[in-house]
């Protein structure tokens, strides 16, 4: 059974950068599309990109300057870079795993919350 | 942009029928998918392309879609059901959330 590991710091400060890594364990990177997915304080979820094992990718457009989603096929991870980061980036951000890339969203990761400030 | 509309929430009887829509442009020609989110927790997909069940989704959760509007059944509601559900589809290579719909069971 897939399992997804999100780990990186909780607190960022306004203007810098938000970096995250999903470890995959249970699955091959290879085989799949992983992605993220955000939800700020009592809001609902935000698709942020994702990425396939070639290093492909595809960005939500309201966030697509600013982000960069990266991928480790020796470690059988990926990563999350949000730049420029603002108190609206205060979410949990969720590392998914994406059948086909443009299909479901199964299994999520537990979650972790960053919260943007100073 | 491609918006997902749900109601903010939904109230049901123990043992009844619970009926959450999405509606969005055109959405029956898309496939459509259906998360449960309970307090706390991640969320877990319930219905994929429309009408079908993950593994471990009790026969009583369905879905449906066609034409402007996807539709989450849930017969036979219980208290586990409780939780807010989120419609989602791909428009143009962008993943699209509804807002989400708390399910309360009276």
């Known amino acids: 059974q897939v399992q997804l590991q999100e780990s990186g710091p909780g607190l960022v400060k306004p203007s810098e950068t938000l970096s995250l890594t999903c470890a995959v364990s249970?699955?091959?990177?290879?085989?799949?599309?992983w992605g993220w997915v955000r939800q700020s304080p009592g809001k609902g979820l935000q698709w942020i990109g994702y990425i396939y094992y070639i290093g492909s990718t595809n960005y939500n457009p309201s966030l697509k300057s600013r982000v960069t989603i990266s991928v480790d096929t020796s470690k059988n991870q990926f990563s999350l870079s949000l730049n420029s980061v603002t108190t609206a980036d205060t979410a949990v951000y969720y590392c998914?795993?994406?059948?086909?890339?443009?299909?479901?969203?199964?299994?999520w990761g537990q979650g972790t919350l960053v919260t943007v400030s100073s | 942009s491609y918006d997902l509309t749900q109601p903010p929430s939904v109230s049901v009887s123990p043992g009844q029928t619970a009926s959450i829509t999405c509606s969005g442009d055109n959405l029956g020609d898309k496939f459509s998918s259906w998360y449960q989110q309970k307090a706390g927790q991640s969320p877990v997909l319930v219905i994929y392309e429309d009408t079908k069940r993950p593994s471990g989704i009790p026969e009583r959760v369905s879905g449906a879609n066609s034409g402007n509007t996807a539709t989450l059944t849930i017969r036979g509601t219980q208290a586990m059901d409780e939780a807010d559900y989120y419609c989602?589809?791909?428009?143009?290579?962008?993943?699209?959330f509804g807002g989400g719909t708390k399910l309360t069971v009276l």
């Open positions: 998914v795993r994406i059948w086909g890339g443009n299909t479901r969203f199964d299994p």
């Open positions: 249970g699955d091959s990177i290879t085989n799949y599309y």
């Open positions: 989602q589809a791909w428009d143009s290579g962008t993943a699209v």
